[in-house]
């Protein structure tokens, strides 16, 4: 029985020896050389990491050095895939499939020729789609533990701003129409030039100049325009437009001007609006609601009072406690239905009973606008920027911390 038991262990040793004779790529070069908590880093996977960057030209202790970073980058994300997994951050087999499309896109390939480039460069495709998944696990370990809570504070915001001009990051088009009024003694009173400006926008430029003959109205054309390199009282007036996509007037040494955007890059329309939101309940059915609605439209077109029923019937309390207006508004930030009706209402009109998904409404339409986002634009992009620079010393305060917990062993030859 002894020498059966010996017999069985030979064997098993031999079988052993032939596995890692015959398997080069886990042959006598490949060993531990970290470990990580409960991980291990392989020498293989410092090869490989090091297979990407030229090193012929680099001294030896130019080449330790790397050696060192290199492993360092590979402990940080061993401890980084650790914390992803601890947290339950994974990545599915569909978000993989989504972001290989995205970054075929961005290549202008088919996910089938991604892959044939990949492979190109002698990396093992499921090497390759393994290693993305692990990098996109750590994304959205920093976007959710740093991006998503760091804040920007008005304060900040206002102060890099007023540091930093990020408006020639920002590159706006426009066709403008200067229109003006010629006026450098100041003589012309103000109502006269509001009459003016009201022709020009009701009745346009040459019906304006028959009907006032005794007043000079220049009229300029500015095509192709940089917003950045007109003067500041020009992109002042340009940031909102009324619904016709006329500027507010201003006064330039000149005289009396008002600007007409006839095409641009950033615009967005805006509207005005407040409503009254009312449901159904088990005792009355849309019947109920929509003459309950007719009743308040009448009474609201009879004494022009929507806030005060807003107040006392719509059920949205956040709205309803401000006469029922949800202030300036984008198409994009309401549903279908309402947006549909919205943006067909004319200003001053009050809309027909409707229904979304929330219950039934009317919504009076007090105002249109067109809003240039330009501003909009460098706001969001100086939050990046501030955001980046807390996420950047946040991540390092954490992973300093990660290190000095976790179980750290480099094991040397």
Do not use: C
Not at 54 to 67: P, T, Y
Not at 69 to 75: G, N
Not at 112 to 127: G, H, M, R
Not at 229 to 243: F, H, T, V
């Amino acid at each position: 029985m002894r020498i059966k038991l010996d017999m069985n262990k030979i064997i098993q040793l031999l079988l052993f020896f032939i596995m890692i004779i015959s398997n080069q790529s886990f042959s006598y070069e490949d060993r531990i050389i970290a470990i990580i908590n409960d991980d291990v880093i392989l020498q293989s996977e410092l090869t490989e990491k090091l297979a990407s960057i030229r090193v012929e030209n680099m001294s030896k202790l130019q080449f330790a050095k790397l050696k060192k970073d290199t492993l360092d980058i590979l402990i940080e994300e061993s401890l980084l895939e650790q914390a992803a997994n601890r947290l339950g951050i994974n990545i599915s087999d569909i978000d993989l499939k989504n972001t290989v499309k995205q970054i075929a896109q961005s290549q202008n390939l088919t996910v089938l020729q991604l892959k044939d480039a990949v492979e190109a460069q002698n990396i093992d495709y499921l090497k390759y789609l393994d290693n993305l998944r692990s990098k996109v696990q750590i994304q959205e370990l920093f976007r959710t533990q740093f991006t998503n809570r760091a804040y920007i504070s008005e304060e900040e915001l206002r102060s890099y701003l007023k540091k930093n001009s990020l408006m020639d990051d920002v590159n706006v088009k426009l066709n403008l129409t200067e229109y003006l009024i010629e006026d450098e003694s100041k003589k012309i009173d103000t109502a006269k030039i509001n009459i003016l400006i009201s022709s020009i926008k009701e009745n346009g430029y040459k019906d304006t100049q028959k009907r006032y003959p005794h007043y000079r109205v220049i009229v300029n054309n500015m095509e192709n325009i940089q917003l950045k390199n007109l003067p500041d009282i020009y992109q002042n007036n340009l940031k909102i437009l009324d619904s016709r996509r006329f500027s507010k007037s201003f006064r330039t040494g000149r005289g009396q001007v008002i600007l007409k955007v006839d095409s641009a890059d950033l615009l967005m329309e805006e509207f005005k609006v407040s409503h009254i939101l009312m449901t159904t309940n088990p005792m009355e059915d849309s019947n109920d609601v929509k003459n309950k609605f007719y009743e308040i439209k009448n009474q609201v077109i009879k004494n022009n009072n929507f806030s005060s029923y807003a107040r006392k019937y719509s059920l949205d309390t956040a709205s309803a406690i401000k006469g029922g207006s949800l202030g300036w508004i984008e198409k994009k930030l309401v549903v279908p239905e309402f947006r549909s009706v919205m943006t067909n209402l004319k200003i001053g009109e009050i809309s027909e009973p409707f229904k979304t998904q929330y219950g039934w409404h009317i919504i009076y339409l007090e105002d249109k606008r067109i809003k240039n986002i330009t501003d909009d634009i460098v706001r969001s992009k100086a939050i990046n920027i501030l955001k980046e620079r807390k996420v950047h010393v946040a991540k390092k305060e954490w992973l300093t911390k990660l290190k000095d917990q976790a179980y750290i062993e480099i094991i040397n030859e």
